[in-house]
């Protein structure tokens, strides 16, 4: 149990274009979703917490209009990256919470490369 | 603010016994130690949590000082698949108490 999907698991885009990166808790019903981004040799940064049915706490430092948070339904939360650059190329990871356990399960990851 | 100090990087030969210290001397009375690992490419995987009490699963043994300010990490029989960075964090367990991730302990297994 306790599975976390990401979708796509690479992608490839140009400059100034938007995508969208989905996550999803396959066997369980998530009320909390983190993003977490992780650029070369270095360790994952959380980005922003995401409550089901409510606006994302994003951290200091986080372009929340470019980095737009959804988290429409328990079971998928959407992160997409408005007008991408090249410096936002980057390993981008969400975990997903159930209930007030504070455990995470995590996804696969989703590398993002902006040309 | 830095949790947890752990080495920047062990090595350790195949079959033998991984230890990976953690340091977590400000640890608060209800704070868990928690161990995740990242494989190359890969999202994070839960190894083992614990309170005060020495821990073991299928994974991992997980062995909690009595002052709780450190703890090691066990694999008892290293693999090559056990190459990975390891990840020691503190957090409550119950609550909405973010996990914050250090550089880790980047282990490898050797052949």
């Known amino acids: 149990g306790a599975v976390v999907s990401q979708h796509p698991s690479w992608v490839i885009c140009k400059s100034g274009t938007s995508v969208k990166i989905e996550c999803r808790s396959l066997?369980?019903?998530?009320?909390?979703m983190f993003w977490y981004r992780q650029f070369p040799k270095q360790s994952l940064m959380l980005m922003a917490t995401?409550?089901?049915?409510?606006?994302?706490?994003?951290e200091q430092g986080v372009e929340k209009d470019k980095f737009l948070i959804n988290h429409a339904s328990l079971t998928l939360s959407t992160l997409t990256v408005t007008s991408a650059h090249p410096e936002d190329s980057s390993f981008y990871i969400c975990?997903?919470?159930?209930?007030?356990?504070?455990?995470?399960?995590f996804g696969p990851g989703t590398r993002l490369t902006v040309l | 603010d830095a949790k947890t100090t752990q080495p920047t990087s062990m090595d350790c030969a195949e079959g033998r016994a991984a230890n990976l210290p953690c340091n977590h001397s400000?640890?608060?009375?209800?704070?868990?130690v928690y161990w995740y690992r990242q494989i190359h490419s890969q999202g994070p995987q839960y190894i083992i949590h614990?309170?005060?009490n020495n821990e073991t699963n299928e994974m991992a043994s997980l062995i909690i000082t009595e002052d709780r300010k450190s703890s090691t990490l066990i694999l008892p029989h290293a693999t090559l698949r056990d190459t990975a960075v390891y990840y020691c964090?503190?957090?409550?367990?119950?609550?909405?108490?973010?996990?914050?991730f250090g550089t880790g302990t980047r282990l490898t297994i050797i052949p």
């Open positions: 400000t640890i608060s009375g209800n704070e868990y």
């Open positions: 975990s997903a919470r159930a209930g007030g356990n504070n455990e995470q399960f």
């Open positions: 964090i503190v957090s409550v367990r119950f609550g909405n108490e973010k996990l914050t």
């Open positions: 614990g309170l005060k």
């Open positions: 066997d369980f019903q998530a009320t909390t």
């Open positions: 995401s409550n089901e049915g409510s606006k994302a706490t994003y």
